[in-house]
């Protein structure tokens, strides 16, 4: 016989209890235990006053002292434990299953069952942290193996702690910027907590600069530009964002309006489009109707201004919509568009969102609508055939081997003026600011000045001048010639600073890389004895890095107050090879192989590189390792010129023919062949 916590009295089922004066006992059953309750005075001494004593203000609220808030008398209760800390949100809540359960097997117990198991629920929720250490561990060394794997299976769900809700926004934002993209979708999945902490802007726009126009060092991704939009407008609201400044304090750069009141709708594209009737907050939840009241409670101008305000798709959207794009390229996702129209082969092209412009052997130039495939005009007034054209929004300048430069107006067909100069027809050219270049079959490069109408020529080459490129920043000036070499060109001194050798057939394009392209190695391709020379003369082999020259080389530029070329250019020869050259040291870095036939055109950006050959293909090559991609056919001639964009890509061939393919569409095939002719339907 025992007496326990409670006062109750409890005889054990192996006990013997005499029953009369003969000594006979009683067998009591072995699965029965009597219970003596404890009298309410018998509890209330030993329960109520430990209750009072570690919860005062539920149980003793008449009664509460004064304590005194040191450091030293904190409520020992909740010093570690977050799940009894009322002020926190990670709080969990009843799971209510498991209280349903516990209710129903409760009901079936007698009164004074209940009243002695409430006793332990009330001591243990009562007692501090070290209390309840003591209890558990009490409890745990009587527990058989039964109960013991019974809390082993329910601790393991119970211990689970939703820490991003716990913690601060802005360390919530430094943990999910370190996902990749996959797994920020499946967080988005968790709760709406964390679907809302998922597709905020400070995340996506964290994920966008990773990617988008650059390859991703951790992952290898890269996503198409597209366009330049709200990037630097907003990025300082969303680095206060993303460090907790102004969380919790409104502002209007950050949200229209205070939190209290609601903003308007949020187009789902750049557009302002005001909503009638129904407004939304920056996570598309619908909201009651902004009205007069609103804007008489604060101010009624920066209601009106702020109303009016662009509103921006969501960086999660932009971001979507260039993985799309960046998966089509990838697995050979696209539609074909097929322009015919030139009666000779097609020698140049460019393209940009809206129109198409070909030039061509037949002496012709013609502008298309890309969307339609129509060819909208014919600009004539060559006399021999077209090498290369160049346009902007502006003007359109064309290069003929009738030794003449024409400058177009292409809205118009109108031929504004003509320039001559040249000895031999004009190959190519090219035109950045007010600076342009002509290569021509006379071995010289002419350089064309609109703004001082200077004129002057770069003399160097021993054969044709090919393809030119200018960096009008630099004031520095690029040319391919059939020589088999590519020379640097300074404009300021008009002469040739750096000479690249390497390839072994005549080189017909260099293709200057955008600055923000990162290499991956540095290393020179030592199977060759590719080289550069300097305007002293000496010659810089790959084997024997070029300390002196390149500190010589920026050294020139910087006295001058001049920024340096583009540290990475492209060549493409007739020998069957491509080559990535670090225009800085003269180091010819990578050779592309692939080719069965010479290369004729080539393009490039920050995440690949298209060229088109005599063998009647076109290659898609990733510029860092060097490993072609995909290979495209269809021309049933020599690809002569080749166009690039984020989401086309476009190629002219010596057939007569124009095929341009988008990868930006919902409904592409993987190798799609286009569709011909006129007709909406080809690009949605």
């Known amino acids: 016989m025992s007496v326990d916590a409670f006062g109750d009295v409890r005889i054990s089922d192996t006990q013997r209890v005499p029953t009369n004066n003969f000594g006979k006992e009683a067998d009591v059953s072995q699965d029965v235990t009597i219970m003596i309750s404890s009298t309410s005075k018998l509890a209330g001494q030993n329960v109520a006053p430990f209750l009072a004593e570690h919860i005062p203000n539920q149980y003793a609220p008449l009664g509460v002292l004064e304590r005194p808030t040191s450091s030293a008398n904190k409520d020992p209760n909740s010093k570690y434990c977050y799940r009894h800390r009322p002020d926190l949100k990670c709080r969990r809540q009843a799971n209510e299953p498991s209280m349903d359960q516990l ?136 680095q206060l964002r993303a460090t907790g400044k102004g969380l919790n304090v409104w502002s209007p750069d950050i949200t229209p309006f205070p939190e209290a009141r609601s903003p308007p709708k949020v187009s789902p594209e750049n557009a302002v489009v005001p909503s009638q009737g129904s407004s939304a907050n920056k996570h598309g939840a619908y909201s009651k109707p902004f009205t007069t009241e609103d804007a008489i409670q604060g101010n009624a101008a920066d209601v009106e201004e702020s109303y009016f305000r662009p509103r921006f798709r969501p960086w999660k959207d932009v971001y979507k919509d260039r993985f799309k794009i960046s998966t089509n390229w990838k697995y050979g996702r696209y539609s074909e568009r097929l322009f015919k129209g030139h009666s000779n082969g097609v020698m140049c092209l460019q393209f940009d969102d809206s129109i198409l412009a070909t030039g061509s052997y037949d002496a012709t130039i013609k502008i298309w609508d890309i969307e339609t495939g129509i060819e909208i005009r014919t600009l004539q007034g060559h006399t021999s055939g077209i090498r290369c054209l160049q346009f902007d929004n502006t003007k359109l300048i064309s290069g003929s081997i009738d030794k003449s430069l024409k400058v177009w107006n292409w809205r118009t067909g109108q031929c504004i003026s003509t320039y001559t100069g040249h000895s031999g027809g004009v190959i190519n050219l090219h035109f950045d600011s007010t600076i342009v270049a002509s290569g021509s079959m006379d071995k010289t490069v002419k350089v064309w000045n609109f703004e001082d109408k200077s004129i002057f020529v770069l003399r160097g080459h021993d054969d044709w001048v090919n393809s030119v490129r200018v960096d009008a920043a630099s004031r520095t000036v ?58 002293n003369g000496g010659r810089d082999r790959t084997n024997s890095p070029p300390i002196v020259a390149v500190s010589s080389f920026v050294r020139d530029f910087t006295t001058t107050k001049r920024p340096l070329p583009p540290r990475y250019m492209l060549t493409g020869a007739l020998d069957s090879t491509i080559r990535l050259w670090n225009v800085h040291t003269g180091k010819c870095l990578r050779t592309f192989f692939g080719h069965v036939e010479g290369v004729w055109a080539l393009a490039a950006d920050t995440l690949r590189v298209v060229s088109g050959a005599e063998d009647r293909t076109v290659k898609i090559w990733d510029p860092r390792s060097g490993k072609c991609e995909r290979t495209v056919t269809g021309h049933a001639g020599p690809v002569t010129c080749i166009g690039l964009s984020d989401s086309r890509m476009c190629s002219g061939s010596e057939d007569g023919e124009v095929r341009m393919y988008s990868f930006k569409h919902e409904n592409e095939q993987v190798g799609g062949r286009g569709v011909e002719g006129d007709g909406e339907d080809a690009f949605p």
């Not at 129903?104 to 070290?130: C, N, R």
């Open 103 to 238: 209710q129903h097997e409760l009901e079936t117990l007698s009164q004074s069952d209940k009243q002695g198991i409430a006793h332990v629920w009330s001591l243990f929720s009562a007692a501090p942290s070290k209390h309840r250490q003591l209890m558990l561990q009490g409890i745990l060394t009587q527990c058989c193996f039964p109960q013991l794997s019974y809390l082993s299976a329910h601790v393991k769900d119970l211990i689970r702690i939703d820490f991003l809700t716990a913690l601060p926004p802005e360390l919530a934002f430094r943990i999910l910027c370190c996902l990749d993209t996959t797994s920020l979708c499946k967080a988005a999945q968790v709760s709406q907590r964390w679907r809302t902490l998922a597709d905020d802007d400070v995340v996506w726009h964290k994920m966008c600069e990773q990617h988008i126009d650059t390859k991703c060092t951790k992952c290898g991704w890269g996503l198409p530009l597209l366009e330049r939009k709200r990037l630097r407008a907003c990025k300082r609201q969303i």
């Open 478 to 535: 690029v040319s391919a010639s059939d020589d088999c070499s590519v020379r640097l060109w300074d404009l300021d001194s008009k002469t040739s600073i750096k000479k690249f050798e390497g390839h072994v057939g005549p080189v017909q394009q260099v293709v200057l890389l955008p600055r923000e392209f990162d290499s991956d190695d540095e290393s020179a391709d030592s199977s060759d004895d590719s080289s550069s020379s300097s305007s």
